[in-house]
């Protein structure tokens, strides 16, 4: 099962809220809307994904922290309670 969860941010702090999130290895999706709720980007994160991968990302996120005010950073986590997990109920 996936969750959401928003975080309000000015644009300074993204880009060092955002590598916080990724080192959590649990982020799914990561979306950027500005204030007015408009959608600025969106980008998928893989289990595993390496640093190479992440740096074209993390590049863009920095430019767009620098011509955006204040935005909300929406986060998607798997929480690892998935449909028929057998983990819970040993045999």
């Known amino acids: 099962m996936k969750t959401k ?8 702090n993204l880009v060092n809220k955002i590598k ?17 709720g408009k ?4 980008f998928p994160l893989a289990i595993g994904v390496v640093a190479a991968v992440l740096a074209p990302i ?3 996120v920095g430019a767009l922290a620098l011509v955006v005010g204040e935005c909300s950073l929406t ?5 690892g309670t998935a449909a028929g997990n057998d983990n819970e109920h040993p045999l």
Do not use: P, W, Y
């Not at 916080?20 to 982020?27: T, V």
């Not at 959608?39 to 969106?42: A, F, K, P, T």
């Not at 986060?75 to 929480?79: A, I």
């Open 5 to 12: 969860e928003t975080f309000n941010l000015n644009g300074k």
């Open 20 to 36: 916080e999130l990724i080192e959590e290895g649990n982020i799914t999706r990561i979306t950027i809307n500005d204030k007015a």
């Open 39 to 42: 959608e600025l980007l969106s």
């Open 58 to 60: 993390l590049a863009a």
């Open 75 to 79: 986060v998607e986590r798997e929480d």
